[in-house]
């Protein structure tokens, strides 16, 4: 398995995402290798600094930086030989089997759409994130950002997608999906919710649960799979994190609330494009990085973009 | 001031309602009468089992009750000597400057329009509550779940409304105004927040702060008011409610996480309305039916539907 990595992406490149990098090298086993791709220079002299010896890794040298503010199409297109550009030609090519970045969230997602493409079938991609439950469960949210207005069909279909991801990637057989909403009963929500409350009832080879509300979130009652429309799961999402951060600031000592740290999760994998790839939080020093390739290797492990391939 | 509760509405009524009740009376003052709607022998009982002096209250006898489970057009029109019947009535003819129930929610809000009727130049009502900010201060979210589907001039519209509240039911001066959005940028969004952004950017006398991330809720970064559909602000409000139960049940103790105990709320007011109405939580007990008074007695003090009949 081949993992490539930008080094060059994120608000603390590259010296956090080499530190990341090296740390995670100890989550590889011998046929899975790191391809760091980035400026050689740096890179070499950054693991000098930290004593790692270099031949651990295969180095891809870039030239160009897509920076945080760049413009992502324009800059994607520019800059062919930037991290990102160079990292998701490879994966086209098959030189990667999944590539992650914790650089310029726009560009990650022109390049998933221009070079690898949307699978045949997938109305929208999304991204997914990982939920952690009390009853040590985790499950799946999506859409958690790409998509804030969604079309009924659109989460139908996240449906399927989160059930794939649920099963392939977290390892949870027949996973029950629920369908965010304001109330418990068919008739609640918005005009959107109601439809898609109709057409996931009619899905089959679907495990639904019917409507789940917000206060049964991360707690035993939480379904394997949350289907939400991008704006409502990036309000959960954040307040989480909310959450977990005052949780901090308090210090409270809980095993639980520990788990909510964004940081444990690493990055949100693009579902729904031929290829995987996974796009880490720009603020990821390194132990979110470190987290980022090791949930980019599971992705890879769990075969996604081709188990969805076949499911839809 | 004369403050109506119904005593028939909620899962626990009307024994916990009265309990409620007469906790309530050390927090009124002399001129400040709590008037029970319900049946007046079941009052009478409860007052006698309790060793409480039925004439700290004025009792008004009702022979009908309007169910949980009830329809609530139906009920309300057919059951017009139910205590939400009988409570709006007082409201309307000024036997009542304040009236709060934890009933029927649906049958509240149809006598919301139909008895007391919407302010005029008020687009939609919506419900507020009150956020427990960390710093101490307490700021307004609305709608709660009111109108799911809400169109950018509604959106705008609920700054003017929750500034108000916020500067007399809380007392801010001045208060700052977020809008809920999935990132800070004046871009983001859908289209209806971004429209609704253009129209609170030009609205003249509104502290605008701009868009507001969900990640900034409950800390020193929360705005006074924060503005956002009934949908999102329904999952806010219902997530910190599974954080409150995760932390209670982690046998965690911290004053902050106290605070975000639903119970110390009581009541969402119908923002928006000819007359000052609270709604409470169906399942409210004891505790929070008496902070459901106390936050009536707090709306009638600051006269909120003469203050936004005056600010519209």
Same mark, same amino acid.
Request: aromatic residues 6%.
């Given at each position: 398995?081949?993992?490539?990595?930008?080094?060059?992406?994120?608000?603390?490149?590259?010296?956090?995402?080499?530190?990341?990098?090296?740390?995670?090298?100890?989550?590889?086993?011998?046929?899975?290798?790191?391809?760091?791709?980035?400026?050689? !220079?740096?890179?070499?002299?950054?693991?000098?600094?930290?004593?790692?010896?270099?031949?651990?890794?295969?180095?891809?040298?870039?030239?160009?930086?897509?920076?945080?503010?760049?413009?992502?199409?324009?800059?994607?297109?520019?800059?062919?030989?930037?991290?990102?550009?160079?990292?998701?030609?490879?994966?086209?090519? !098959?030189?990667?089997?999944?590539?992650?970045?914790?650089?310029?969230?726009?560009?990650?997602?022109?390049?998933?759409?221009?070079?690898?493409? *949307?699978?045949?079938?997938?109305?929208?991609?999304?991204?997914?994130?990982?939920?952690?439950?009390?009853?040590?469960?985790?499950?799946?949210?999506?859409?958690?950002?790409?998509?804030?207005?969604?079309?009924?069909?659109?989460?139908?279909?996240?449906?399927?997608?989160?059930?794939?991801?649920?099963?392939? *990637?977290?390892?949870?057989?027949?996973?029950?999906?629920?369908?965010?909403?304001?109330?418990?009963?068919?008739?609640? !929500?918005?005009?959107?919710?109601?439809?898609?409350?109709?057409?996931?009832?009619?899905?089959?080879?679907?495990?639904?649960?019917?409507?789940?509300?917000?206060?049964?979130?991360?707690?035993?009652?939480?379904?394997?799979?949350?289907?939400?429309?991008?704006?409502?799961?990036?309000?959960?999402?954040?307040?989480?994190?909310?959450?977990?951060?005052?949780?901090?600031?308090?210090?409270?000592?809980?095993?639980?609330?520990?788990?909510?740290?964004?940081?444990?999760?690493?990055?949100?994998?693009?579902?729904?494009?031929?290829?995987?790839?996974?796009?880490?939080?720009?603020?990821?020093?390194?132990?979110?990085?470190?987290?980022?390739?090791?949930?980019?290797?599971?992705?890879?492990?769990?075969?996604?973009?081709?188990?969805?391939?076949?499911?839809?």
């Amino acid at each position: 398995m081949r993992i490539g990595l930008d080094v060059m992406g994120g608000d603390f490149a590259p010296d956090a995402i080499i530190e990341g990098a090296v740390d995670s090298l100890q989550h590889l086993s011998v046929d899975e290798s790191l391809i760091l791709i980035g400026d050689k !220079g740096l890179i070499l002299r950054k693991l000098n600094e930290m004593k790692a010896d270099p031949a651990l890794f295969e180095i891809v040298h870039t030239t160009q930086v897509i920076e945080m503010g760049d413009h992502p199409a324009k800059a994607y297109s520019q800059k062919q030989n930037s991290s990102i550009a160079v990292g998701y030609g490879m994966l086209k090519s !098959g030189m990667l089997d999944g590539f992650c970045s914790a650089g310029n969230t726009g560009a990650m997602l022109v390049g998933a759409s221009y070079t690898v493409g *949307v699978i045949p079938g997938v109305l929208r991609p999304a991204l997914a994130t990982v939920l952690p439950c009390i009853d040590n469960r985790d499950s799946v949210i999506l859409d958690i950002g790409l998509n804030p207005d969604c079309k009924a069909d659109v989460l139908s279909q996240y449906a399927i997608l989160g059930s794939i991801y649920a099963k392939y *990637v977290l390892g949870t057989e027949n996973p029950t999906v629920g369908l965010l909403n304001i109330g418990e009963e068919e008739a609640k !929500g918005t005009s959107t919710v109601k439809a898609a409350y109709e057409l996931m009832k009619e899905q089959p080879n679907l495990n639904f649960a019917g409507n789940i509300e917000a206060n049964a979130l991360f707690r035993e009652s939480m379904t394997d799979v949350i289907v939400c429309d991008g704006f409502v799961g990036n309000v959960i999402l954040k307040l989480a994190e909310a959450f977990h951060h005052i949780y901090k600031t308090r210090k409270l000592k809980d095993s639980y609330f520990d788990r909510l740290d964004w940081e444990n999760i690493g990055g949100t994998p693009i579902v729904g494009i031929n290829a995987n790839v996974v796009i880490g939080h720009g603020i990821s020093k390194r132990r979110p990085i470190m987290n980022m390739v090791i949930q980019t290797k599971e992705v890879v492990h769990a075969n996604l973009a081709q188990k969805i391939k076949e499911g839809i």
